[in-house]
Each structure stands twice: as C-alpha cells, then as structure tokens.
Nanobody, 116 residues
Framework: QVQLVESGGGLVQAGGSLRLSCAAS????????MGWFRQSPGKQREWVAR???????NYADSVKDRFTVSRDNAKNTVYLQMNSLKLEDTAVYYC??????????WGQGTQVLVSS
C-alpha cells in the first residue's frame, strides 16, 4: 500500500521560507519520479515541481528560482524548499508519485499560508 505523508506547512510572512517534506512508503522510492502540486481556493490543482529518480528537477515558471525540490532516497523523502514566498503561493501543497506515466498516488496535502 502506497502512502505519502506531507508535512512542514504553516503560516509564514511574505518573503519568508518554508520546507515541505513528503515521506513515502510502499513504493520503490528510488526509482520513482516525485512531484509537488498545489491548489488554491477556487482554482485548479497546478503542478509545481518534479524530480526524476536520476535527480533531474523541473519547475513551473511561477516558482522557478525560488523553490528547490530534492530527495533523500535513504529516507524515502522528497522535499520542497520554498524561498521568497509570495501571497500567491498560498495553497494546499500535495506530493505525488508517477507510476506507469501518470500521477497515480497522492498525499493528503499540507497547508501553506503566506501573509503580508
């Protein structure tokens, strides 16, 4: 049974930083592409970043140069370091795992609230 558990969300002032974590179990973590998505109230869920099993990152334009995705295969954990946070980064952040070419497994989400 695949389980993804996010943590690290919270309230932060604009310009501040947060690091999200996603602990995975039930998968061969080291061979899976992991990703981060977010959803703001009234908006569609949007992709934020992904990290291949080989360590290649990709980012949405809206977070490029501010967010960094990384992974620790020994801990089965993927991270999202978020710097220079903006009000528009407020959202519930989800991690997900690709399997057979689709984002098949999802965590429950962690809330990030950026205040002015």
């Amino acid at each position: 049974q695949v389980q993804l558990v996010e943590s690290g969300g919270g309230l932060v002032q604009a310009g501040g930083s947060l690091r999200l974590s996603c602990a995975a179990s039930g998968i061969l973590f080291r061979i899976n592409t992991m990703g981060w998505f977010r959803q703001s109230p009234g908006k569609q869920r949007e992709w934020v970043a992904r990290l291949s099993s080989g360590g290649t990152p990709n980012y949405a334009d809206s977070v490029k140069d501010r967010f960094t995705v990384s992974r620790d295969n020994a801990k089965n954990t993927v991270y999202l370091q978020m710097n220079s946070l903006k009000l528009e980064d407020t959202a519930v952040y989800y991690c997900a795992v690709i399997e057979s070419g689709v984002w098949r497994y999802w965590g429950q989400g962690t809330q990030v609230l950026v205040s002015s």
